[in-house]
């Protein structure tokens, strides 16, 4: 059974830094892509990050050069370092997986806020 284990979240100033992980079971993690969504009160889930199995990056424009998405295959972990947060990155953050891609965890908040 798919699992993940999102954490790191938290409350940070504008201009800091948060790194948050997603620690996932139940499936071939090394052979899948993963993502990171969030999702804002009263918004739409949105796509924030993408890596593909063979580490192929993506980002949505409104946060290239601030956020970075990696993995580490051994631990069956996703992470997404951000940077320079801004107010509007306030969210809960999502992992996600092309191996079942409607499943999803119960997320990580971020808040950013002065």
């Known amino acids: 059974q798919v699992q993940f284990v999102e954490s790191g979240g938290g409350l940070v100033q504008p201009g800091g830094s948060l790194r948050i992980s997603c620690a996932a079971s139940?499936?071939?993690?090394?052979?899948?892509?993963m993502a990171w969504y969030r999702q804002a009160p009263g918004k739409e889930r949105e796509l924030v990050a993408g890596i593909t199995n063979i580490g192929r990056t993506n980002y949505a424009d409104s946060v290239k050069g601030r956020f970075t998405i990696s993995r580490d295959n051994a631990k069956n972990t996703v992470y997404l370092q951000m940077n320079s947060l801004k107010p509007e990155d306030t969210a809960v953050y999502y992992c996600?997986?092309?191996?079942?891609?409607?499943?999803w965890g119960q997320g990580t908040q971020v808040t950013v806020s002065s």
């Open positions: 139940g499936f071939a993690f090394s052979n899948s892509a």
């Open positions: 996600r997986t092309s191996y079942k891609p409607d499943y």
